[in-house]
Nanobody
Framework: QVQLVESGGGLVQAGGSLRLSCAAS????????MGWYRQAPGKQRELVATFTRGGITNYADSVKGRFTISRDNAKNTVYLQMNSLKPEDTAVYYCRAIRYADFDSWGQGTQVTVSS
């Protein structure tokens, strides 16, 4: 099992930027799938951006061209750079890490609020 701690959320005006960080308690090199999800009030949790162990990235259509996922294996950290933020991006953002047949871990979440 790996522990995940998110940081970097906050309040920002529409059009602004934030960078979220997800620090893992162990190496992320062998993790099969890792990335970011979000949940807005009254809505289901949805995928934002993920990458596979092979380096394939996947983005929600709503964030393509605005958000970028990246990782630093040496720091066991995954980032989400969010640009051109919109009020509809307001949500709690969660980090998730999956190692097949081993664990499926979630962080505690970090709040992102975008004001219009």
């Amino acid at each position: 099992q790996v522990q995940l701690v998110e940081s970097g959320g906050g309040l920002v005006q529409a059009g602004g930027s934030l960078r979220l960080s997800c620090a893992a308690s162990g190496s992320i090199v062998s993790i099969n799938d890792m990335g970011w999800y979000r949940q807005a009030p009254g809505k289901q949790r949805e995928l934002v951006a993920t990458f596979t162990r092979g380096g394939i990235t996947n983005y929600a259509d709503s964030v393509k061209g605005r958000f970028t996922i990246s990782r630093d294996n040496a720091k066991n950290t995954v980032y989400l750079q969010m640009n051109s933020l919109k009020p509809e991006d307001t949500a709690v953002y969660y980090c998730r890490a999956i190692r097949y047949a081993d664990f499926d871990s979630w962080g505690q979440g970090t709040q992102v609020t975008v004001s219009s």
